[in-house]
């Protein structure tokens, strides 16, 4: 669980931190690089405050921690937790819905293309071989013919 | 479509930098996928639950950011945000309803 990412040590947070059942030590900055380019892309400065990007860390990990508690409260009467748990807790945010019907789509939209380029690849890669072993033969068969020039 | 062209196009260079880090930015699958998975204690997380939430954070951090000029704005004040405009961003959120309350029936599970 404690695979450093980046070189940072981990550090076990004080004070905002909510107590886990599981010992978890939550390395700081995780997500420092990613937040400071999506800051500035919402509005923020070139650079924003290295202390605005730690709180905002901090709120959005404690955000993300409520939301999965609520969608395994959903799920738990299922078993298992699931997508649909979490679509279900944003239902009534219509931005979020939307964006995460997108974002779904065009996941299966990329599988679906995946799939069938290793299909067409496999069976490319069955017709050069065919060609190649075909190859292989007239060759052979014509050293026999006038005898090895060695 | 063609209305996003026409103003793309009008665009400065400061506000297709900043669209380009908007449309780019996101949350590292592995890093994601690695922190859902402690919260929730299945090692297994699957690609689409991944990629749900980080589109969900991530609008999320929009409107902590947008709500924060907002503020920023009302007190006359400019440069980049700081933690107490993200604070009262964060406190106007939760009035409008928009975060997550933690219900207290969880501490008897």
Excluded: W
């Excluded at chain 1, 298992?80 to 995460?100: T, W």
């Excluded at chain 2, 589109?55 to 920023?72: Q, S």
Aim: hydrophobic residues 35%; aromatic residues 6%; glycine residues 6%.
């Amino acid at each position: 669980m404690n695979n450093p990412a980046g070189g940072q040590s981990s550090k076990s947070k004080a004070g905002s931190s909510q107590p886990s059942e599981t010992s978890f030590k939550r390395k700081r900055g995780v997500f420092q690089k990613e937040l400071q380019h999506m800051m500035y892309g919402f509005g923020d400065d070139q650079n924003p405050l290295p202390e605005s990007v730690a709180l905002m860390e901090d709120i959005v990990v404690e955000y993300i921690t409520d939301l999965v508690h609520k969608a395994q409260d959903i799920g738990s009467k299922r078993g298992k937790l699931s997508v649909e748990d979490f679509l279900y807790l944003i239902r009534k945010d219509f931005p979020k819905l939307n964006r995460c019907r997108e974002l779904l789509s065009m996941n299966e939209e990329l599988k679906q293309a995946r799939k069938a380029f290793e299909t067409d690849e496999e069976k490319l890669r069955k017709a050069f071989e065919t060609d190649e072993e075909k190859m292989r033969k007239a060759f052979e068969a014509d050293e026999d013919k006038h005898g090895s020039t060695e | 479509m063609a209305k996003m062209q026409a103003i793309l196009s009008r665009f400065s260079e400061e506000q297709m930098s900043r669209y380009e880090s908007f449309r780019r930015a996101g949350f590292q699958k592995s890093n994601m996928k690695r922190l859902l998975g402690s919260i929730s204690g299945t090692p297994k997380i699957s690609m689409p639950m991944t990629i749900v939430v980080s589109g969900i954070a991530k609008m999320f951090v929009g409107e902590l950011v947008e709500t924060a000029r907002i503020v920023m704005t009302e007190r006359k004040e400019s440069g980049p945000i700081r933690p107490c405009h993200i604070r009262e961003a964060y406190r106007k959120l939760k009035l409008e309803g928009k975060v997550p309350k933690r219900s207290v029936s969880r501490l008897f599970r």
